[in-house]
């Protein structure tokens, strides 16, 4: 098979990794790609949101195969322009169409489809600048603290917890009327503060059956401790400890099962990844989000703990064939810690020069923003720059190998969070094989 994987971060150099391993991948090829995805696969100079250059890459280079990485062109439609074009209709493509991508392009979408289907999350109301004294009255007569979402896509930095009424006004003019982040707050939710911890779970379907694939919890805020800025993400750990069998078949049985029935019902053309953004209140699973691919860095931790096939199985996913293969999982945990640019996510500098690449051991180090010069240096070329995974049976060893070849690697101002995982240490069954 032909396969080209659309996006230039650390989650398609992983899907890149593991795709590259399969007989059935004859040419792999990114687009745009980073500094990484070159080394296994051919890089394109193509934008994934340039749905005719690629549709012409695709029918020149006979691709059988897409697999759209960021949400961007999922939301924008790039599966209903393969579909109604009889030229390109027979190429499998693993993203949702337009309507499905609602669930992340939306978050007014998505809270109505879950109160619709029932499944548990937080209250909330939708505002706009039309209703902006009635949203700022709201949250005087509101808890707090208190949430504060754009609608629309953010880079994962749209999301405000005000804890003060003070900070919940500002912010909510902010949005609306100064369009802090531009047309994604429009629209701003206000939903109530869960109080738990966080965790993510990744289902992959065919729009029919479904898997669940290895759950993990991320970090978003840029300091350690998990305080400062919010990020794309800083760091992963799977799986957790706290989502038990108990706890995961609540999850399995109130959020999963009427999430694919309800788009089914709905006639949504869904053959992707849901990934499920829970809080686990007291042991009682709440959704907070949903997106309509794989996170970042959540990938990097995900994806090297499946044993099976990836081509195979987005192969069957793409022909509605799911329900025939199985899934197998690799018992070790996994831990990924994040290296960034100075100052991200605020002002950076990129074209840094990466050492150390060579020296990391017992790793797998997956570029997120990168790029190589014509005499073969590593540039970073964006905030977030390269992910360091460690593997392990005990997830305190996993997180260990990725700190240190964290430490190895460098260029001027790198700056990594220490205490990635340490939270979840506290948890006893950290020797997932006993």
Known sequence: MNILILGSGGREHAFAWKMAQSPLCSRLF????????????????????????????????????????????LVRGIRDYFSVRPELSQIGLIGPDKHGAML????????????????????????????????LHYLSTHSLPIVLKADGLAAGKGVIIASTLEDAKESLYDMLAN????????????????????????????????????????????????????????????????????????????IVKPTISGLHEAKVNYCGFIFIGLMNVAGEPYVIEYNVRMGDPETEVVIPRIKSDLV??????????????????EEKAAATVMLVSGGYPEAYEKNKVITGLAQTEDVLVFHAATKTTADGNILTDGGRVLTVTGMDAELENALQKAKKAAGVIT???????????????QYKSININE
């Open 104 to 135: 992340e392009g939306s978050k007014d979408f998505a809270k109505a489809f879950m109160r619709q289907n029932h499944i548990p999350t937080a209250g909330s109301r939708t505002f706009t600048a039309a209703t902006l004294q009635e949203g």
């Open 30 to 73: 990114v687009a745009p790609g980073n500094a990484g995805t070159a080394q296994i696969a051919q890089n394109v100079a193509l934008s994934v949101n340039d749905f005719e250059g690629i549709a012409h890459f695709a029918l020149q280079q006979q691709i059988t195969l897409i697999v759209v990485g960021p949400e961007e062109p």
């Open 312 to 329: 195979e199985l987005f192969q069957v996913v793409a022909q509605g064939k799911l329900a025939d293969i199985g899934i197998e999982i």
């Open 411 to 425: 260029w001027e101002k790198k700056y990594y969070r220490k205490d990635i995982g340490l939270d979840i240490l």
């Open 179 to 254: 369009k802090k982040f531009g047309e994604a707050s429009a629209s701003v939710v206000i939903e109530e503060f869960l109080s738990g911890i966080e965790l993510s779970v990744f289902v992959l379907t065919d729009g029919k059956t479904y898997k669940i694939l290895p759950e993990a919890k991320d970090y978003k805020r840029i300091g350690e401790g998990d305080i400062g800025l919010n990020t794309g993400g800083m760091g992963a750990v799977s799986p957790v400890p706290f989502a038990d069998a108990a706890f995961m078949q609540k999850v399995e049985e109130r």
